[in-house]
């Protein structure tokens, strides 16, 4: 009898494969990767049409090629004039509802700037300050106004800067308090138009806020604005703003707490010209408290020796005099995660500038050191003959005094209890290799100083480096030479601040008071210092541009 079970597994073989190819075709999978999506919605149709004139409709329905996500329509799309009642905003698939709830005004110009409001599902791109403009008479408004917001301290180009109108009218009334009826967004090179504006007169502002809600509310806002009104009567253009953070009236502490590792931290609202603290309760304990004031003097760090109390009542003294009062609980037996570490003062590359001497620098105030646990290697062989001297301004700061070799190889070493903090707390074991810069890297910089005829105004002439942090600042009154000796060979900016007051430093503007920032001006050339060498370059300091 012939065996058929070879026969129906062929036949079967043969199908199942049949079945494979054609899956295998009908899994087509869609092609992955491809260029990103940068593209916005687009309009493909607006009804009533856009810059309709006699318009007369509830709604307005706006088609677009894709489906959309509408975002804070209630804060980013503003119409003009304002309505009491808010329209109501609807999506529909990928169209767009506008339904009025309030009667629109007689022969009036109506715009609506939908802001940031509308962008795309799947790449969030951001349909950027459309506008749908109608009139309910036979005349549309069509002046404009235009020109550059910057930032004062930086001169840059400031992008996603809110520039907004408040006619003369409602600007006492609606500046600080209400969202602006007429406003656009700066592009990315910091430029402005507004259109469709009826003649009127205007305040003009700039806004780069914190909060996306386009109300000058709030201290960590900048703000620009033009010292005067400005009579729109037909097109302007050129209008330059310059935002700046305006120093607050009323000086208060807008953070107080303690750290996870026991220091007060107070945060103030503006910085301090001259600043002190006292400990009013309990009084014992101001005797024996350390305080440091950040450079900008808006920041306090206060350190308690005797952590045992239950809350602190500290005074905030400007010049000797109270400014404010604070008061921060903590329970008497809380305890805290105190470690303490150390930075030393060499760059990146562990390289320690050569003719100085080598800041160690605790996390905590510095009680006391044990000179036999610190070890001091040069090219693996012991050093005994450095010192080690405090800094009467820093108490956490050492500095290690040695007569350095260029091209030798440093370790410090600090053993176990090397360092002692006000708290008792002794320092781990750490070590820290470095070496001494060569001299060649260094470089001297001479600028000639040039002032404008306009003799009799003082100048702060900055020196930045290659990350914006201030090296130097020196006032100067008449054409000079000023000297940095030893910079390092990297890229550096000079920044010059014209000082109306011949305070020998900047001072912020204040909108309440009409009263313009004093002006800055970044020299446009960067400065390149070459290995050993001795540059001098020209600064020119122009005339300055007196403020729109």
Partial sequence: ML???????????????????????????????????????KILKATPEDQTRNFKAKEIRIDFDEYFRLTNPYQEISISPAQEKQPEYKTDKKSLVIQF??????????????????????????????????????????????????????????????????????????????????????????????????????RIYALKESSPDKIFNNDNDLIAFTKKPIRVDKDSSNILLKLFKQVPDNFRVAEKKFTLDGKLSLVFNRPV????????????LDAQKIVEFTKTKDTAVVYMRNMAFDSLSIAILDNNKPIDTVYQLKSKNETFQRNLNFTFGVNRDNKLKPGTDLPITGNFPLESYDAAQIVLLEDSIPITTFTL????????????????????????????????????????????????????????????????????KSYVVELLDDIKNVLRSDVVSKNTSLVYKNYATIKYSIRVIYDANHNGRWDSGNVKRRAQPETIWVSPKDIVLRANWEAEEPLDIPKEQSNP
């Fill in 273 to 284: 010209q001259k600043p002190a603290l006292k400990v009013l309760y309990p009084a014992a």
């Fill in 389 to 456: 001297t405090k800094d009467t301004t820093n108490l956490r700061k050492y500095y290690l005094k040695y007569r350095w070799r260029v091209n030798a190889k440093y370790q410090i070493g600090l053993n176990e209890g090397a360092f002692t903090d006000i708290y008792g707390d002794k320092s781990k074991k750490f070590v820290k290799p470095f070496i001494v810069d060569k001299p060649e890297n260094y470089s001297q910089l001479t600028l000639k100083v040039n002032l404008p005829t306009d003799t009799g």
């Fill in 101 to 202: 709830k309030d009667t629109l005004l007689k022969n009036t110009t109506y715009v609506i700037n939908f802001g940031k409001a509308i962008a795309d599902v799947n790449e969030s791109n951001v349909l950027k300050n459309y506008t749908y403009v109608f009139s309910t008479g036979s005349h549309i408004d069509s002046l404009s106004l235009s020109g550059n917001v910057v930032n004062s301290t930086t001169g840059l180009k400031e992008k996603d800067a809110t520039v907004f109108l408040f006619s003369l009218r409602q600007d006492s009334l609606l500046f600080g308090k209400k969202k602006p009826g007429i406003f656009t967004t700066t592009d990315t090179a910091g430029n402005f138009s507004l259109n469709n504006l009826r003649e009127d007169t205007y």
């Fill in 3 to 41: 065996n058929k079970k070879p026969v129906f597994f062929n036949k079967n073989l043969f199908f199942l494969l049949i079945v494979l190819v054609l899956c295998g075709c009908a899994a087509q999978q869609k092609p992955q990767g491809g260029p990103r999506d940068l593209t916005p919605p």
